[in-house]
């Protein structure tokens, strides 16, 4: 076993995926920021200066599924914005960290209040801001437009783009290691 960590996994000369799909099956919460996850990385605004905020259908539709099958699913953003309040609102996420000066004092809030530990956690993040989550969480997540920085050492890159889809297929990963996921064999979604 090599002596590199990254982002809380010990890299070795063994079987990457085992230890992948081992971190997979603990979790028990996936959060992720508003910005860059489950918007996207835009910011819209109507000419009165009022901001739109949108998800991905299949993203949101995934959040409500995972909340039914037990996984907790938490949202951050540094902005306190009603438009960001009522998106997550409309798409039932009740744990809502919304004007965070720091991601990692939400983390925290959002772990001791739910009884989580670290290995238990799995996030979703797009920008060197999250680090100092990353590397406490056993399941260290980027969208495929993330930074080249958190691509090389987190512990899986989503195929998916932030706001196009990255929350679904995680979602669909989890629970299907965990037999959770009941569309499996059906073409529901």
């Known amino acids: 076993m090599s002596g590199i960590n990254y982002f809380g996994i010990q890299l070795s000369s063994g079987d990457h995926s085992e230890r992948l799909t081992t971190a997979i099956s603990r979790v028990k919460a996936l959060m992720f920021p508003v910005d860059g996850v489950l918007a996207g990385g835009h910011r819209t605004f109507t000419g009165s200066g009022e ?25 951050f953003s540094v902005r306190e914005s009603p438009a960001v309040r009522h998106l997550l609102e409309e798409i039932g996420i009740q744990q809502a960290f919304l004007g965070c000066s720091s991601t990692i004092d939400a983390y925290e809030a959002f772990k001791d209040s739910s009884g989580l530990q670290d290995d238990e956690c799995a996030y979703i993040a797009d920008d060197f801001t999250d680090i100092p989550v990353l ?6 997540v980027t969208p495929i437009d993330g930074i080249e920085y958190l691509r090389n050492r987190v512990s899986y890159i989503s195929a998916y783009e932030g706001g196009k889809g990255c929350i679904r297929e995680m979602i669909e990963l989890i629970l299907q290691q965990q037999g959770k996921w009941i569309y499996t064999d059906h073409c529901v979604l």
């Open 135 to 140: 590397e406490k969480v056993a399941l260290s």
């Open 51 to 75: 901001e739109i905020c949108s998800c991905y259908g299949r993203d949101a539709l995934a959040i409500r599924e995972a909340q039914e099958q037990g996984l907790q699913i938490a949202a």
